[in-house]
C-alpha cells in the first residue's frame, strides 16, 4: 500500500513490560511524527523526525518513551515499564517535507493490565 | 483558555444537509489550518488543508479561514451516510511542526 504502516495494530501486555510499535512511512517522506490519542486528552505531539537532524522530543511525556528513525525511514517508538496510563492509540504520520500535510497510519491501540 | 475550542458533538443530520462545523483557537502563531475526518478505529485523514484566510472548496468540502477572528470552519454539503465520522481541526505553527488538535466533533448523518 501506498499509505504509513504501523505494527502491531492492537497490543496488550502486562504493566512493568517494556513495548515496542513500529511506523513505516510514505516512501519519499522526509518528516515523520509520533502522536498519541487518548479519551481524555484528544491527540498529543510526542516527537518529530526530519532528515537527518536532531529529533524534536519536546512532546514525549517521561524518560520511558523513546523513539529511533534508521535509514531516514522506518521508525521505532519504544515504551519501557509501560504504566495504565500509557494506554492509548499511537499513531504515526509523515509528511513529503516540513510544514506539508502530515499523512497518518491507522495506529497501534496499546492496552496496559 | 484551551488554545483550541471544538464543539465535541454529537451533531446529528439528515442526510443531504449541510454539515457545519468549527473551531476557535487563541495562538497567534498558528499559520496552516487543517480539517481531518477519522472513522472509528481508524487514523485520521486529510481533508482539507490551508493557510490563507478565506474559502477554500474541494468537492462537498468547504474550509472558511478567518484569522482576524481566529476562526475556522468546515462546511459540508449534500451530507451522507459516509460522512459520519469525527472531524477535527488542526492548526501548524509557522516556527513549528507539531499539529495541535481540537477534540473533535462527532458527526452523524441519518438516511
Known amino acids: 500500500g501506498a499509505g504509513v504502516s504501523q505494527s502491531p495494530s492492537n497490543k496488550v501486555t502486562e504493566k512493568g513490560k517494556d513495548v515496542e510499535l513500529r511506523c513505516d512511512p510514505i516512501?519519499?517522506?522526509?518528516?515523520l511524527y509520533w502522536y498519541r490519542q487518548s479519551l481524555g486528552q484528544g491527540l498529543e505531539f510526542l516527537i518529530y523526525?526530519?532528515?537527518?537532524?536532531?529529533?524534536?522530543k519536546s512532546g514525549l511525556p517521561s524518560d520511558r518513551f523513546s523513539a529511533e528513525r534508521t535509514g531516514g525511514s522506518v521508525s521505532t517508538l519504544t515504551i519501557q515499564r509501560t504504566q495504565q496510563e500509557d494506554s492509548a492509540v499511537y499513531l504515526c504520520?509523515?509528511?513529503?517535507?516540513?510544514?506539508?500535510?502530515?499523512?497518518f497510519g491507522d495506529g497501534t491501540r496499546l492496552s496496559i493490565l | 483558555q484551551k488554545e483550541v475550542e471544538q464543539d465535541p458533538g454529537p451533531l446529528s443530520v439528515p442526510e443531504g444537509a449541510i454539515v457545519s462545523l468549527n473551531c476557535t483557537y487563541s495562538n497567534s502563531a498558528f499559520q496552516y489550518f487543517m480539517w481531518y475526518r477519522q472513522y472509528s478505529r481508524k487514523g485520521p485523514e486529510l481533508l482539507m488543508y490551508t493557510y490563507s484566510s478565506g474559502n477554500k472548496e474541494d468537492g462537498r468540502f468547504t474550509a472558511q479561514v478567518d484569522k482576524s477572528s481566529k476562526y475556522i470552519s468546515l462546511f459540508i454539503r449534500d451530507s451522507q451516510p459516509s460522512d459520519s465520522a469525527t472531524y477535527l481541526c488542526?492548526?501548524?505553527?509557522?516556527?513549528?511542526?507539531?499539529?495541535?488538535f481540537g477534540g473533535g466533533t462527532r458527526v452523524l448523518v441519518k438516511p
Open positions: 523526525f526530519q532528515g537527518n537532524s536532531a529529533p524534536d
Open positions: 516512501s519519499g517522506h522526509t518528516a
Open positions: 504520520a509523515s509528511s513529503l517535507a516540513p510544514y506539508q500535510p502530515q499523512h
Open positions: 488542526a492548526w501548524l505553527e509557522a516556527a513549528g511542526n507539531k499539529l495541535t
